[in-house]
Nanobody, 131 residues
Framework: EVQLVESGGALVQAGGSLRLSCAAS????????IGWFRQAPGKKREGVSC????????YYLYSVKGRFTISSDNAKNTVYLQMNNLKPEDTAVYYC????????????????????????WGQGTQVTVSS
């Protein structure tokens, strides 16, 4: 059974940093694309960053490029999202999600990750950035 568990969300001041973790079980990271999504109140869920560990490719939402970094520790089957220089507009519930690599490749999720392309989701972790 595919399971994803996020952690690391917190309240932080603008300009601060957080590292989110997505612990995966039931599958091998190399066989999947893992995505980080976020959803703020009243807004649609949007793709923040994705990673394919098998081909070493990543995706970043334009507004987080240069501030967020996605990485993985395959030995721990965990994907991280390092978030630096946080802004109030980064406030949201952050989710990690997974989709098999062949499906991800066919759907182009590393070009534009649509939440509907991902079938396994974690419970989410709240990130709040105060101004």
């Amino acid at each position: 059974e595919v399971q994803l568990v996020e952690s690391g969300g917190a309240l932080v001041q603008a300009g601060g940093s957080l590292r989110l973790s997505c612990a995966a079980s039931g599958f091998t990271l190399d066989d999947y694309v893992i995505g980080w999504f976020r959803q703020a109140p009243g807004k649609k869920r949007e793709g923040v960053s994705c990673i394919s560990t098998s081909v070493g490719r990543t995706y970043y939402l334009y507004s987080v490029k240069g501030r967020f970094t996605i990485s993985s520790d395959n030995a721990k089957n965990t994907v991280y999202l390092q978030m630096n220089n946080l802004k109030p507009e980064d406030t949201a519930v952050y989710y990690c999600a997974a989709v098999e690599w062949p499906t991800a490749q066919a759907l182009g999720v590393l070009i534009f990750p649509d939440p509907g392309d991902f079938h396994s989701w974690g419970q989410g972790t709240q990130v709040t950035v105060s101004s």
